[in-house]
């Protein structure tokens, strides 16, 4: 049978053989996968989308990922935006509808020296401003921090692993380890709170891994998982690499969403912009992250600066957006009753 029939008929897992035939020519079987991944996540969360604000409030780091723009020893501009700026920033996006906001930040020894105080600080007081569910992305850091951004009220942690490929982890997170990183997510889920892992698409992975990557978000239990292309950065060591064509990160949020029909997926404005949401919703994702207030000095993580100070990475040009695909964006309210589902499903 036909690759394509085994999706429409819903008899189909996901093997390296079948992966590497997604990836490729058959286009009639992407669109299958595509059209099954819209329906699981219409059976879970309907017409609603879940729109995420995004603060990078330090662009200082302490490790040299070799794909990162902001790695350590690229000679590049950054900045380290003071609390009452990132919490400024917060309430902009909560006003503006978002239903997250997510505190981003590169392992800045700066934040490290201060054991993340000022980090907790900053989270304890957006929830009292604004009450908005928060997610802090604050790289690896101790069990005890992780319980502090816990006891502060942050929802989520977000860490990506990038690859379940140890070596090819090695090659892109130079330095780094492979384990601990693991096992600061484990932390986060033992503190009580949900956790986000990742891939990076088009970095020499594999179909072989890929379905390893899709095994290890649920084994470590994920609420949220997210697939992203590498987009080349200027100054890196990978900067020569050709740009991912994307159809890798497509098809791999479709597996996610068919594997995992619970799980919160993201559309990343990161890499393309608002011209890139459609995709992405049509392949299965039901976030939008990477929402960004405008004329702050906020940067973004893959694309620094696109569609940032033209305005359309906010919620207004992404509820637009939506509309011309028959979606909505969900109340935060919606989402707290998604995120209370999600905690009865994963143990
Ligand atoms: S990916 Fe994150 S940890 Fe790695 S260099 Fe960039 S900011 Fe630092």
């Known amino acids: 049978m036909e690759l394509s029939e085994l999706i429409r008929e819903g008899s189909f897992s996901p093997s390296p053989a079948a992966v590497e035939v997604l990836l490729g020519s058959d286009a009639e079987a992407r669109e299958a996968l595509f059209a099954r991944a819209r329906r699981a996540r219409a059976e879970t969360t309907g017409d609603k989308i879940f729109l995420y604000g995004f603060v990078y409030f330090s662009t200082w780091c302490r490790n040299d990922c070799n794909f990162c723009y902001y790695r350590r020893d690229n000679d590049i501009a950054r900045y380290r935006k003071g609390p009452d700026e990132v919490v400024d920033a917060a309430e902009r996006l909560v006003a503006s509808g978002v239903n997250l906001v997510d505190l981003t930040m590169g392992e800045d020894p700066e934040y490290l020296r201060e054991g993340h105080r000022t980090a907790t600080a900053i989270i304890r007081e957006i929830k009292e401003r604004t009450g908005s569910p928060v997610m802090v992305s604050s790289g690896v850091v101790p069990a005890r921090t992780i319980r502090e951004f816990a006891e502060a009220g942050a929802e989520f942690f977000a860490l990506y692993q990038e690859t379940h490929n140890r070596e090819l982890f090695a090659r892109l997170r130079a330095g780094q380890d492979y384990n601990g990183r693991m096992e600061s997510k484990l932390a986060a889920k033992a503190a009580g709170m949900f956790i986000e892992e990742g891939v990076l698409t088009g970095v020499g992975e594999t179909p072989s891994d890929l379905c390893d990557s899709l095994i290890e978000m649920g084994r470590v239990g994920a609420a949220q998982m997210r697939a992203m292309s590498f987009v080349p950065q200027s100054g890196s060591p990978m900067e020569g690499r050709a740009e991912s064509d994307r159809v890798t990160e497509l098809v791999f949020i479709a597996l996610m969403r068919v594997l995992y029909p619970h799980a919160l997926i993201p559309a990343s404005l990161d890499v393309d912009g608002l011209s890139g949401l459609a995709p992405r919703i049509m392949a299965g994702a039901n ?61």
């Open 287 to 347: 976030v939008v992250t990477s929402i960004v207030p405008p004329r702050l000095g906020l940067r973004g993580v893959a694309q620094a600066d696109l569609d940032i100070d033209e305005g359309a990475r906010t919620v207004a040009g992404v509820s637009e957006a939506l509309k011309t695909l028959g979606l909505r964006p969900a109340t935060t309210a919606e989402y707290r009753e998604r995120l209370a589902e999600i905690s009865r499903l994963i143990p």
